[in-house]
């Protein structure tokens, strides 16, 4: 399959089956923005589910918390998104089209006679460059005027930094501790694309992890280690993902050192997950800007200090497609074609399909009985349309582990089929087992 399709493929049957459609499709769609459907609602919320139960759930040192999207403006100011979140760009006066300067597929330098436009192909039409802020702004209260502007929040981490006293001193935790959330953030990208990979609205999966000063360098190695695993352990092929080092002409003004976690999309290797190291340049910055003292008082050493930070970064719908498309692929079986999202089973989104055999005999009646019984432990699909084998083939493309038959033998002697989704072997199970059984085979 050459790689260039599978994307295309993938976002057909992201529509097909439910997972992905495009916002405002009726309307001609708006850039960039997309809507989960009923498959892709769970697959993304699985995504995040096995998240938190590793950073908060499963830690005793981690936190969660839920700030509002909406901040102070002076935030922003603090964190230096207003001044610095830009990227810049330049505008064809003839196609009206905008690019980013370092766009190469512009010829020439822009605002010189020689510069092309990449996609009228005028010459000399292309502005100098100029600096455009990713924050979207909108106003709060009544009056539309610059003291009313507020920002829709670019990245979750600011709203942890402004709350980590109140955290630290309404649980019990101390230094090294860590505060996860999970939240929308927006950025007005420029260059956007490759489906839900750079979207304009997305969710970040984020955990800032607080230190002392001078055991910043291993606890940075420590969380690069931890993600890598937690990424590996999704089922993601692990000859496709790596560590990419920023080099200095990379790293973020704040950083001291940053590893990002790529994955080898079809179209290369892209970030998937930041791990960066922002030493106390967050809380130092706040603390100026708010005039409020931001220290962590350790009591059995009897010190003061600003701690240093460790951040692990994701995005939930960038992930939700590395998982997507590590999970798709096609085979052959009995000369048709087979698409099978083959996806760890704790992030299907359906965990079994349920079908009688035919649609009479008590079949359907001992299905939904089972169906039931199953939907009240997980997500569970009824099917009784069509030829067994389009039913099997309707569940490997929504990506389910497990199809469960009743035929004539359930009748006779209480015991089903189990159809293995990968392997497409089929085990024989009493009725009595199956969910045990079901249980065993999900809990991974
Ligand atoms: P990129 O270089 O890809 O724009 P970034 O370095 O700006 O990303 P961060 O600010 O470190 O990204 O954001 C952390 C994570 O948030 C990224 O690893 C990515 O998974 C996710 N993310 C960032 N921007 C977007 C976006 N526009 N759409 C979807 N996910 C995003």
Redesign the pocket.
């Known amino acids: 399959m050459a790689d260039t399709t599978l994307m295309d493929k993938l976002v057909s049957l992201c529509k097909r089956r439910g997972f992905i459609f495009q916002s405002s499709e009726i309307y001609g769609g708006l850039g960039?923005v997309w809507d989960y459907g009923p498959l892709g609602v769970e697959l993304k919320k699985n995504v995040k589910d096995r998240w938190w139960h590793a950073m908060v759930h499963a830690r005793d040192d981690i936190e969660g918390l839920d700030a509002a999207i909406l901040m102070h403006p002076k935030v922003w100011e603090a964190s230096g998104h207003v001044a610095g979140f830009t990227d810049p760009l330049v505008d064809c006066r003839h196609c009206k089209n905008r690019f980013r300067a370092d766009d190469p597929r512009i010829k020439g330098t822009p605002g010189q006679p020689d510069a092309q436009c990449p996609v009228c192909g005028s010459k000399g039409t292309l502005t100098e460059p100029r600096l455009f802020n990713l924050m979207f702004k909108t106003f709060m209260g009544p009056v539309e005027e610059q003291a009313a502007v507020v920002y829709l929040r670019?990245?979750t981490a600011q709203g942890i930094y402004v709350n980590y006293l109140n955290v630290l001193n309404s649980s019990r935790q101390k230094v090294p501790f860590g505060i996860a959330q999970i939240g929308k953030?927006f950025?007005n990208?420029i260059t956007?694309g490759n489906f839900?990979?750079?979207?304009?609205?997305?969710?970040?999966m984020?955990m800032q992890f607080f230190v002392k000063p001078g055991t910043d360098v291993e606890w940075f190695e420590r969380w690069r280690g931890w993600r890598m695993e937690w990424c590996q352990g999704l089922g993601l092929t692990s000859a496709k993902l790596r560590f990419h080092q920023h080099g200095p002409d990379e790293l973020?003004h704040y950083a001291k050192d940053a590893f990002?976690?790529q994955y080898e999309f079809p179209f290369g290797w892209?970030?998937?997950?930041?791990v960066?190291n922002r030493t106390d340049f967050d809380l130092g910055r706040h603390q100026q800007y708010s005039g409020k003292k931001l220290e962590y008082f350790d009591q059995a050493a009897n010190e003061r200090y600003v701690p240093y930070i460790v951040e692990t970064?994701?995005?939930?719908?960038?992930?939700t497609l590395t998982v997507m498309v590590d999970a798709y692929r096609e085979e052959q079986v009995e000369g048709e074609v087979r698409v099978v999202l083959g996806f760890h089973p704790a992030l299907a989104p359906i965990k079994a399909g349920v079908f009688p055999l035919v649609k009479k005999d008590g079949m359907p009646e001992l299905a939904t009985e089972v169906y039931h019984a199953l939907k009240r432990r997980f997500p569970a699909f009824y099917d009784d349309s069509g030829a067994i084998g389009r039913r099997y083939r309707r569940m490997d493309e929504a990506g389910t582990p497990f199809c469960i038959t009743i035929d004539g033998e359930t009748i006779a002697n209480r015991s089903i089929t189990v159809r293995h989704r990968d392997s497409m072997k089929q085990d024989r199970v009493g009725l009595d087992r199956l969910e045990a059984y079901l249980g065993d085979h999900l809990a991974v």
Request: charged share 40%; aromatic share 6%.
């Open positions: 960039s670019p990245e953030a950025r990208e956007p839900i990979f750079r979207t304009r609205e997305f969710e970040q984020e973020a990002d976690i892209q970030e998937i997950e930041g960066h970064s994701a995005g939930a719908d960038r992930v």
